[in-house]
């Protein structure tokens, strides 16, 4: 088998290829077929992220940062997928330009989606101290009422 053929690798529809909070070390390119992105994967809390199509790239966190991926990847129809690893990297900027530059836009699309979960989650947290603050100003009128009306 030469190097080539080990950078192809092949999952079948619904297969798990990246798990979210694993650090994967390789990243890949699409050659054939679909993926789908998740956070929360296999959850009440599972969100879809999105698609990704031939020549999208993923698995950038774990190949550039050796941080665990922010997302699950699951192959959405039968995938045909070239994987870079680190020792790889150079040869792979050298060869595809517009997947790096797709590459930058997937990691920076991903950086929004973070960002408007995070808003997200700021919104009900301080949602919910306003509810919490207004339940405590209630009990202490209660109490107040209690304590001098004995």
Do not use: W
Request: hydrophobic share 35%.
């Amino acid at each position: 088998m030469s190097g080539n053929e080990k950078s192809l690798i092949t999952f079948s529809a619904d297969s798990v290829i990246i798990k979210e909070n694993e650090i994967n070390p390789d990243m890949f390119k699409i050659l054939k077929g679909n993926v789908e992105l998740y956070s929360g994967y296999g959850t009440e809390n599972e969100v879809f992220l999105g698609l990704l199509g031939k020549d999208a790239c993923f698995g950038e966190f774990g190949l550039l940062l050796h941080k665990p991926s922010p997302y699950t990847v699951t192959a959405y129809s039968d995938v045909i997928l070239y994987r870079v690893v680190e020792e790889k990297m150079s040869e792979f900027i050298r060869e595809n330009h517009t997947s790096v530059l797709q590459m930058m836009k997937s990691m920076a699309n991903t950086m929004m989606v973070l960002q408007s979960h995070i808003n997200q989650l700021n919104e009900e947290l301080n949602e919910r101290n306003r509810v919490n603050k207004q339940i405590v100003g209630k009990n202490k009128e209660m109490l107040k009422r209690y304590i001098y009306n004995r």
